[in-house]
Every structure is written in structure tokens, then in C-alpha cells.
């Protein structure tokens, strides 16, 4: 059974960091492409961040390019979201997907889901 379990959520004041992990089970993270998504309060869940299979691609939504980088660890099956500079406007519910396919920000294109983490950031 596959799981994605995301941890480091929190409340941060603006201008403060916060780093994602997602613990992933019963699969071979190295297979997979591996993204960050996130659904703010009222809106719908947008792409955040994905990495390649190596780790050598990295793609990024333009509203975080420069502030967060996403990383992994495919002997420890985790993948990594350093979130800094953090903005109000970066206030929602993220969530670690995996993807068969190549590097992409299509959330269809991800057949696997955590649960959420969720990050409040405080003007």
C-alpha cells in the first residue's frame, strides 16, 4: 500500500522559513517524480514545486521560484520542500504527489497523494 505522509507544517511569521518532508511507503521513490501542490482556503489546489527522478530537474510555479527549493533523498525515500521568505499569500494546505510521468505541474498527471500539511504564515 502505498503512503505519502507529509510533516513540518506549522505557523511562521512573514519572512520565515519552514521545511516539508514526505515520508514515502510501499513504493521505489526512485521511480517516480515527485511534486508539491497546495490549496489555499476558497481556492483550488495549484502546483508548487516537482523534482525529477534524480534530483537533477527541478521545476517551479513562478509565485515561489527563488523563494523554495524542493529536494530528495531516494535512500530515504523522502522528498523535501525548503520553504523561505514565506508570505501570507503562501498560507494553505500542502500536499506531496507522485507521478509516473515525466516532470510536470499537471495534478492529473499524479496518481498518488498525501494527506496535507498545513502552513499558516502570519502578517
Known amino acids: 500500500q502505498v503512503q505519502l505522509v507529509e510533516s513540518g507544517g506549522g505557523l511562521v511569521q512573514t519572512g520565515g522559513s519552514l521545511r516539508l518532508s514526505c515520508a514515502a511507503s510501499?513504493?521505489?521513490?526512485?521511480?517516480?517524480?515527485m511534486g508539491w501542490f497546495r490549496q489555499a482556503p476558497g481556492k483550488k489546489r495549484e502546483f508548487v514545486a516537482a523534482?525529477?527522478?534524480?534530483?537533477?530537474?527541478?521545476l517551479y510555479a513562478d509565485s515561489v521560484k527563488g523563494r523554495f527549493t524542493i529536494s530528495r533523498d531516494n535512500a530515504k525515500n523522502t522528498v523535501y520542500l525548503q520553504m523561505n521568505s514565506l508570505k501570507p499569500e503562501d498560507t494553505a494546505v500542502y500536499y506531496c504527489?507522485?507521478?509516473?510521468?515525466?516532470?510536470?505541474?499537471?495534478?492529473?498527471?499524479?496518481?498518488?497523494w498525501g494527506q496535507g500539511t498545513q502552513i499558516a504564515v502570519s502578517s
Open positions: 504527489a507522485a507521478s509516473t510521468s515525466w516532470i510536470n505541474r499537471w495534478e492529473n498527471e499524479y496518481e498518488y
Open positions: 510501499g513504493l521505489t521513490l526512485s521511480r517516480y517524480i
Open positions: 523534482i525529477g527522478r534524480t534530483g537533477t530537474s527541478t
